[in-house]
């Protein structure tokens, strides 16, 4: 079962953390099913940016990019070669450490 170490975020992960997910799990998934309350506002449908990783470690063992979430990353902020929507990156057995940007583009919680 892969491990996926998330580095430290202010609002989401203060003193970061260790976890563990089953292979075939979505990044996002194992963070929020281990209480990491990480931003999902198109519900993990790969329609949105708010739930962008930036993976510092195990990028090549995650599954394929699709071509709508390339399209989808340009708009993220804090955009980095090695970011994912962590919805649509899939753990294989890899390890894998993910750091959640500081900020995010989430118009419906910002009001607009």
Known sequence: MPTIKV??????????????APAGTSICEALLDNDIHIEHAC?????????????????????????????????????EPNSRLSCQAILAQSDVTVEIPKYTINHAKEGH
């Open 43 to 79: 519900e993990l449908s790969c329609a949105c940016t708010t739930c962008h990783v930036i993976v510092r470690e195990g990028f090549n063992s995650l599954g394929d990019l699709e071509e709508e979430e390339e399209d989808l990353l340009d708009r993220a902020w804090g955009l």
């Open 7 to 20: 580095l430290p975020h202010a609002e989401y992960c203060p003193q970061g953390a260790t976890l563990q």
